[in-house]
T-cell receptor, first 112, second 113 residues
Framework: DQQVKQNSPSLSVQEGRISILNCDYT??????FLWYKKYPAEGPTFLISISSIKDKNEDGRFTVFLNKSAKHLSLHIVPSQPGDSAVYFC???????????FGKGTRLHILP | SQTIHQWPATLVQPVGSPLSLECTVE??????LYWYRQAAGRGLQLLFY??????ISSEVPQNLSASRPQDRQFILSSKKLLLSDSGFYLC????????????FGNGTRLTVT
C-alpha cells in the first residue's frame, strides 16, 4: 500500500515558467514532509521541507504548499531553469517512528 | 561538516553470490542510518533503518540484512543474491531528532547477472 503518491511520472515545463509538482499521502499521522531532487546515478538532494503546523514554506525559487485536509502537498519552482531537470521525490514521516517514506518520483523536463 | 561515504559505486555480481555494501558517516554522532533501494519504476523503497548501534528495523524482510557494528557505520549484506536484488542502493543519515531531513550518499549501482 503506497502511503505517498506522486501520480505524474513526468512533467514538461518551458524554461522561465512555473513548475508545479504534486504529491498525495494517505497516512493521517504524517506530519513532516520533504522534497528531494535527484540526478541520474547520484543520491537525492534535500530541497525543502514543511511541518504540518504550517501550510507554506518558501526557500528562494522553491515553495512547498501543504493542504492537510486534502492530504496533498505541492512543490512550486519559479522560474524554472534548465538545471531543474531531474527526478523529484516527495517524502513524509510521522513523529511516531523514524521512517521516512518516499513516493515514486516525478521526472521534470525543463524545455528551452 | 558532515559527510557520508558509500562504496563501491558500481558492482556486478552473479546470482547466488554474497553482497556487502558499506556506508560510513563523518562529522556527527549517533545519527539515524538508512538503506534505501531505487528499482526501475518503483521510487525509493526503505529497506532498513537504525537508530543506534545494533538496533536494526527491517521494512523489507527478503534475503537482505543490515548491521550497524559502529555508531557511524551501516552495512547491507546478502548471503545469496537474486536477480531481483539489482538496483540502486542508497545509504542516508539524519540527525537523531524529529523533523530532520535525510542526507544521502552517492549510491551503489548493483547489477546481478
Amino acid at each position: 500500500d503506497q502511503q505517498v503518491k506522486q501520480n505524474s511520472p513526468s512533467l514538461s515545463v518551458q524554461e522561465g515558467r512555473i513548475s508545479i509538482l504534486n504529491c498525495d499521502y494517505t497516512n493521517s499521522m504524517f506530519d513532516y514532509f520533504l522534497w528531494y531532487k535527484k540526478y541520474p546515478a547520484e543520491g537525492p538532494t534535500f530541497l525543502i521541507s514543511i511541518s504540518s503546523i504550517k501550510d507554506k514554506n518558501e526557500d528562494g525559487r522553491f515553495t512547498v504548499f501543504l493542504n492537510k485536509s486534502a492530504k496533498h502537498l505541492s512543490l512550486h519552482i519559479v522560474p524554472s531553469q534548465p538545471g531543474d531537470s531531474a527526478v523529484y521525490f516527495c517524502a513524509a514521516s510521522s513523529n511516531r517512528d523514524d521512517k521516512i517514506i518516499f513516493g515514486k518520483g516525478t521526472r521534470l523536463h525543463i524545455l528551452p | 561538516s558532515q559527510t557520508i561515504h558509500q562504496w563501491p559505486a558500481t558492482l556486478v555480481q552473479p546470482v547466488g553470490s554474497p553482497l556487502s555494501l558499506e556506508c560510513t558517516v563523518e562529522g556527527t554522532s549517533n545519527p539515524n542510518l538508512y538503506w534505501y533501494r531505487q528499482a526501475a519504476g518503483r521510487g525509493l523503497q526503505l529497506l532498513f533503518y537504525s537508530v543506534g548501534i545494533g538496533q536494526i528495523s527491517s521494512e523489507v524482510p527478503q534475503n537482505l540484512s543490515a548491521s550497524r557494528p559502529q555508531d557511524r557505520q551501516f552495512i547491507l549484506s546478502s548471503k545469496k543474491l537474486l536477480l531481483s536484488d539489482s538496483g540502486f542502493y542508497l545509504c542516508a543519515w539524519s540527525v537523531y531528532t524529529y523533523n530532520s531531513p535525510l542526507h544521502f550518499g552517492n549510491g551503489t549501482r548493483l547489477t546481478v547477472t
